[in-house]
């Protein structure tokens, strides 16, 4: 463990990296847990999205009674966009990068963080799938390093997955978990391993509902209704697999199987024919479900 990071707690200026669907809804909510928060993207016209999306968010749940005038106010207040990376990351105890999931990519922004960053920030990635051991490589000092494993749509999803790399120092690890605490979320603390918890088991789940659907076991809706009412899973495997899309469930289920080898994530015939065919779930309005224009 690096004993420069013993004191790095609590964390209270927040840079989140990359505005898109993941990092408002960071920024959203660690500006609603009372954190000034900076936001940075290098698109400007995304940057300006995601504050829109913020505002919809909050807007949404004033009117839900969710969250309060003064409270919609004071989050909005504690944003500040920033148009450096630089700049945006100067200031920072903690670093969240949502960037896309591309691994030159992060490592070459993590470079360019550490160079800006103060020594004692630390350096987290939201990252789904990407080792955090691989991305750590490029830092001088990974023991500040974690993931940080939000879930879509952050302001509604409670769980956040506190990754610890094989250099990621006790100290860094304890902050993750402190600061997901912090935000009113449940952390759990993972190995950095391929699908960490959260992937390696719902897509395991997802295959081999495939699999009985492709032997004839029951039909879609019937596998899903096993894990509603028998399990209490709020949605069967089927249903989540249409709402995320096949073509990502593909891609993540060749990541694993290429990762941890075996049979149980080599992705199903009846998964690769969905695909080809062009049935990715809702958003092209068939999966193992067809899905109207109103989303089911
Ligand atoms: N979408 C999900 O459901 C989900 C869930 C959990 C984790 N993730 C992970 O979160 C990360 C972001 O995913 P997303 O869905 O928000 O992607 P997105 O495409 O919606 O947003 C990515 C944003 O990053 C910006 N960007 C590009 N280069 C950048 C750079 N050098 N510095 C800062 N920002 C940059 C883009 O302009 C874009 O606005 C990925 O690693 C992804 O795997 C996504």
Redesign the pocket.
Known sequence: MDSRHATANPIERVTV???????HGIAQVAAMAGHPVTL????AG?ADR?LARIRANLDKGLSLGKVSEEGRTAALDRIALASS?ATACAEADLVV?????RME??RS?FREVEAAAHPSALLA??????SIDAIAEVLADPGRFLGL????PVHLMALVEVVQGNRTGDATLDAGVAFARGLGKEPIVVRDAPGFASSRLGVALGLEAMRMVEEGVADPAAIDKAMELGYRHPMGPLRLTDLVGLDVRLAIAEYLHEKLGGERYRPPAILRRMVEEGKLGRKTGEGFYRWGKGGD
């Open positions: 990296l990359g505005a898109g669907v993941m990092g940075h993207d290098p698109d995304a995601g990376l990068e949502a960037a896309p999931e990519l992060k922004l990635t939201n990252t789904s799938s990407l494993h939000f879930f879509n």
